[in-house]
């Protein structure tokens, strides 16, 4: 009997050691996995097993490097990772992904500097890992991106709360199907409009995706608008849609852009000739909106500044614009009109 009452905390404590240990284990694996994943320190305050075939992390962060502003870069109140029992038995080991309240700050200082790799980034998120499991389902709940860009002035913040991520491996072969919901702010709790995108990707880097973003403080905006056209409205709403797709690293993105309600505080004159207001005038239609169309394209991986990318097409379309509104108010003057009346109406037409 005294045997036996020693011999029962022995195994307890044996067991409670080996739980331990392989919990331990299991975060020092997982730390050197999103290492790897996302090419930047990972740490992770605890990790434990669930039933029947999972592991549950909690406390995952990416501190920031020096001269970064302290804090994290990267935080995670909760992820929690299981095999799909389904799959498994139908030979194709996939696994559940479940992200609580992920926090992301991503900086820009200048022309493709930013505070993360995003090159290294991309890369490491590969749905089909070197363990041969394959990404069967990724939830994300309550999370929060930050996006501040330091290369313009006055800098720019970005907000996108709440935000819900949904994808699940498709029915054909190497597709995920997705889903991104969030609320766009420019301060915290000011919310300024929404985001949503809805898409599908392959693996080897092929995808499409409708994206919808309404935005309705355009003078937030001055920063990127002001260089295009040598001013920027004080007040406005645009609405974003645009169809994504990528193939063969050549990314094109169609942009069906329609802002309203755009307010000048001057006369100043644009970089196309009328001032803001009167350029307004010109380009919006019977509902006071303005619609623009045009399409950006650029090789993925190169050195690109997107943003002249899109300022250079975008200013392409404001011209196109402008001459179908200069052609419309020629074909509204009466035919038998001298030729130099009708150029003298056109550029009536641009306040000249």
């Known amino acids: 009997m005294r045997i036996k009452w020693i011999l029962w905390p022995l195994g ?3 067991a409670v050691g080996a739980y331990l240990s392989v919990v331990t284990t299991i975060r020092e694996r997982a730390e050197a996995l999103l290492t790897s994943a996302l090419g930047l ?29 302290g804090g994290s870069l990267f935080s995670l109140q909760e992820m929690s990772a299981a095999l799909s029992v389904n799959s498994f038995l139908m030979g194709r080991p996939g696994v559940d992904l479940a992200f609580t309240a992920p926090r992301f ?17 991309s890369s490491g998120l590969n749905p089909s890992g070197p363990t041969g499991l394959v990404l069967n389902r990724l939830q994300v709940r309550d999370g929060q991106l930050t996006l501040v860009d ?9 907000n996108l709360r709440n935000l819900a991520v949904s994808m699940r491996a498709g029915e054909r072969p190497g597709a995920y199907p997705y889903t991104v919901l ?15 995108i809805n898409g599908e990707f392959f693996l080897g880097g092929t995808g499409e995706a409708a994206v919808t973003m309404e935005h309705r403080a355009i003078q937030r905006l001055a920063p990127y608008i002001r260089p295009v056209l040598g001013v920027a409205p004080n007040r406005g709403s645009c609405l974003v849609k645009a169809k994504i797709t990528t193939h063969e690293g050549v990314c094109v993105a169609e ?14 004159a644009t970089v196309l000739g ?23 394209k650029g090789r993925l991986g190169e050195r690109l500044d997107w943003s002249d990318l899109v300022a ?3 200013t392409e379309a404001m011209k196109q614009a402008l001459a179908r509104s200069i052609q419309r108010t020629l074909s509204e003057t009466e035919v038998k009109k001298p030729v130099e009346e009708l150029l003298r109406k056109g550029y009536e037409s641009l306040g000249k």
């Open 12 to 14: 307890i404590g044996l």
């Open 41 to 69: 320190p990972v740490t992770v305050q605890m990790a434990q097993l669930t039933f029947p075939l999972g592991v549950h992390l909690a406390g995952i962060r990416v501190p920031a490097g020096p001269g970064q502003g």
């Open 105 to 121: 700050t991503l900086e820009r200082y200048r022309q493709n500097l930013f505070s993360i790799s995003l090159a290294s980034l």
């Open 150 to 158: 330091r290369a313009v002035t006055p800098e720019v913040f970005w």
């Open 182 to 196: 969030s609320v766009l702010e420019d301060a915290p709790h000011q919310e300024i409009g929404r985001l949503e």
């Open 255 to 268: 942009v069906d852009l329609t802002a309203s309600g755009l307010a000048f505080r001057t006369e100043e």
């Open 274 to 296: 009328p001032s803001g207001s009167r350029l307004v005038e010109l380009l919006q239609d019977p509902d006071r909106q303005i619609h623009l169309s045009f399409v950006v």
């Open 312 to 314: 250079s097409t975008f």
